[in-house]
């Protein structure tokens, strides 16, 4: 899967129908080709060298060899290339400028675990197959690791860098980029997903500017604002055609994409870790680890490009028990009770869940400390005997006797100013001192780069998991940080703060969900807040948004798919009006938006009505029936609610045997017109049996002359059809 020519120092990563490219030139790593593969690149896609005014040059013999205009995988600042750099460092004497050159690679079979840091995995070494890259400043005693990794199924790059000190004095880095590529042209459209709490990933896409563009987030979390995620598109890429290069960062902080196109149209692309209000000491021999970047080609569309990355962040990035398990349908208790919950009322919506076949029950917010509404309590991780006289076990015991596993709601980041853990470690949140202490949601965030702080919270949790049964936690965060420093890191290292925060945040997950591996862990971040790659890896699913209306869900759930595969995607049908804007929909579009995630319910069971307790019923049964082919099969994205009236799509297994289409649409018109359904990803030689009425239609039917979508009155419709490829 790489191969090394010797002869013209070029390296060839080849990854399941991709090919990537460059060569050392004078000490330099040369950014070649990346896109469909090639048996080999024999030179027709070299290096351009030509003299461009204001260009500066190392030799007066070749002044056409700049930095300034060269293509380079890891490029440096202040030695001719003006351009944003991959990284850049300040020596002891003062001076930023770095010139790091190849001295050495290693190619090897499998892929080496980042330390401290999620990342992609390979099962078996032979599934993949890596590259180091040795790069060494002279001058500063400072070397770079560049590794690369093909995997063998997947057309994927994972890329990532380990910086060393090897001189004998301080070296500080101020920016330490994971991956960082130059396009010789700027033909492209830049895609990328922003948004705010309750309107998560919303879609932008625009053709790239003659300016640098930025998405990034300085708030300490990767962000409902902005995801760290872009692509770039060929001019007339559309969901099914065409060339997307897209660029993922498993990494849960402050994080920073750029695109620039330069005065000649060529384009450096690049993404990491954020460098503002960022710096890091490096001793001596002490090493640095910047996340991973997993880079992704398709030529298939935004379609190809997303199905590579859910596929593979299903397999390859979520780990634990339940990776491959189905997961269980819930009913959460915040909508029903907010913070208002006392054994009766908890029991009987446990009891009418396992009547309607829910399967799990979860207790959030409100149990623990006198959390009687956001203005106390967190940090004080001890049952509410007010609320629940019995305790957890005594609670968990009884659900679990009505056939439902039991859930908990914790939210171990943060600490409540009104708190029994503030008032004796006041020191324990981030702060600067003699600086006010800013609040957000009544809260201050603890912090976790402090082993104490980490200690209290592993103990604290632990005890609480081993009072009762306790089956699945949901991990929420509901702030971003301010005044972040720690009263723990000496002057010249406080700007190290955000980055060991989530470094605290990674050893302190990992701690909980090797301690309890039988439990579902699932990330929430006032919703979808934190919704990244670097939490995936640690929990297998996420609480996509608190917004549970419906019609805003359509597009939430179609934005997320860019990246994450339907199982990660928390979706609940919630009460109406709805609570987070006032909308009604019916119950069973609402059912619909949710059966396209990992389906549950947000709402008081006991005060539905016969009838929707029925409706309720068919829903659950229906899901579970197509539950396999929603959590693990892949998913086709039909119509785009950003662009029309209508939102559908469908999801297929991976043996093309089954498959079933969601459609919506969202306003009535008087003027209404004729809707077609055409699925994706069939087979068109076979034969498939509607589910519901046992009719057969062709595969080829299915996908190019379409369903035809019933007529009908009203906003908010939806309608479902669910195929099986018939045997023989």
């Keep these: 899967m790489i191969s090394f020519d010797r002869t013209h120092q070029r390296f060839h990563l080849c990854a399941h129908g991709v090919s990537y490219v460059f060569q050392i030139m004078d000490g330099y790593p040369l950014h070649l080709y990346w896109g469909r593969l090639l048996s080999a690149l024999r030179g027709s896609a070299g290096p351009l060298f030509v003299k461009r005014s204001f260009a500066p040059y190392a030799d007066p013999g070749h002044p056409e060899f700049s930095l ?11 030695s001719g290339d003006f351009r944003h750099p991959a990284y850049q460092v300040q020596f002891e004497n003062g001076s930023t400028v770095s010139d790091m050159r190849y001295t050495g690679h290693r190619i090897y079979r499998g892929k080496k675990k980042l330390r401290g840091l999620p990342a992609t995995y390979a099962e078996d070494d032979r599934e993949a197959q890596s590259l180091d890259i040795f790069l060494q400043d002279d001058g500063g005693g400072l070397q770079a690791t560049l590794t690369y990794t093909v995997f063998r199924d997947f057309g994927i790059i994972a890329r990532s860098v380990r910086f060393t000190n090897g001189g004998t004095a301080p070296i500080r880095l101020l920016r330490g980029l994971s991956t960082s590529i130059d396009f010789r042209d700027g033909r492209f459209d830049l895609l990328s997903c922003y948004g705010s709490h309750n309107n998560e990933r919303n879609i932008s896409r625009h053709p790239l500017s003659r300016e640098m563009q930025v998405i990034e987030s300085r708030r300490g979390a990767s962000s409902p604002q902005h995801d760290p995620f872009f692509a770039l598109l060929r001019e007339r890429t559309d969901e099914d055609h065409g060339e997307v290069y897209g660029f993922s960062l498993v990494y849960s902080g402050n994080f920073c994409a750029q695109v620039e196109m330069d005065a000649y149209r060529t ?12 710096s890091w000491k490096l001793g001596p021999s002490e090493s640095f680890q910047t996340p991973e970047a997993v880079m992704v080609y398709s030529d298939q569309g935004l379609g ?5 990355y859910n596929r593979f962040y ?10 491959d398990q189905l997961r269980p349908i819930l009913v959460n208790s915040w909508e029903a009770t907010y913070f208002r919950l006392n054994e009766r009322k908890l029991l009987a919506i446990a009891a009418e869940a396992g009547k309607l076949g829910i399967e799990l029950f979860v207790l959030d917010d409100g149990w623990f400390g006198r959390r009687d509404n956001d203005r106390s309590s967190l940090g004080d991780w001890t049952v509410d005997r007010r609320k629940l006289p019995h305790g957890l076990g005594w609670l968990s015991e009884r659900i679990h006797g009505l056939g439902l596993k ?7 980041e943060m600490v409540s100013p009104d708190s029994d853990l503030y008032r004796a470690h006041p020191d324990w ?16 965030v603890l912090d976790l780069s402090r082993a104490d702080v980490r200690g209290y919270l592993i103990q604290a949790l632990t005890a609480v998991l081993r009072s009762a049964d306790i089956n699945y936690v949901k991990w929420d965060m509901n702030r971003h940080m301010t005044e972040i420093g720690s009263a723990q890191l000496p002057a010249d290292r406080q700007r190290e703060t955000a980055h060991r925060y989530i470094l605290g945040l990674y050893e302190l997950i990992e701690a909980l969900t090797s301690r309890f591996p039988d439990v579902l862990f699932e990330n929430c971040s006032s919703g979808g807040g934190r919704f990244d790659p670097g939490m995936l890896y640690y929990m297998p ?3 996509t948004s608190d917004n549970t209306d419906a019609v805003c869900r359509l597009k939430i759930q179609y934005g997320t798919s860019l990246l994450y595969p339907a199982i990660a995607i928390g979706a609940h049908v919630s009460a109406v009006p709805n609570h987070q804007i006032g909308r009604v929909t019916s119950l069973g579009t609402r059912g619909h938006a949710a059966m396209s995630g990992n389906f549950g319910y947000e709402l008081d069971l006991t005060r539905l009505t016969d009838q929707e307790k029925k409706a309720v019923g068919k829903q659950i049964a229906f899901y579970k029936e197509i539950r396999p082919l929603i959590q693990f099969g892949d998913f086709y994205r039909i119509e785009n609610p950003f662009e029309s009236n209508t939102a559908a799509w469908c999801f297929v297994a991976s043996d093309k045997s089954e498959t079933a289409g969601f459609f919506f649409e969202i306003l009535a018109d008087p003027a209404r017109p004729l809707h077609t359904f055409q699925f994706k990803g069939l087979d068109p030689h076979a034969l498939y049996e509607d589910a519901a009425t046992g009719s057969t239609i062709g595969g080829d039917e299915l996908m190019y002359a379409g369903l035809a979508v019933p007529a009908g009155k009203g906003d908010f ?5 669910h195929f099986r490829k018939k045997k023989g």
Excluded: K
Excluded at 70 to 76: K, R, S, T
Excluded at 314 to 323: I, K, N, P, S, V
Excluded at 406 to 412: K, M
């Design 717 to 721: 419709r939806s309608a479902v059809w």
């Design 429 to 444: 949140c981030l702060h600067v001192p003699n600086r006010q202490r800013t609040l957000s949601r009544n809260q201050l």
């Design 267 to 278: 384009v450096r692309a690049s993404i990491g870790m954020g460098p503002f209000d960022f």
């Design 314 to 323: 299903r397999t390859h990035l979520a780990r634990g028990r339940y990776r």
């Design 68 to 78: 300034a205009t060269l293509p380079q995988e890891y490029p440096a600042y202040g």
């Design 304 to 308: 190809g490009m997303s199905r590579t």
């Design 541 to 543: 699913q996420s609480w």
């Design 406 to 412: 039991f859930g908990l709601w914790f939210e171990p």
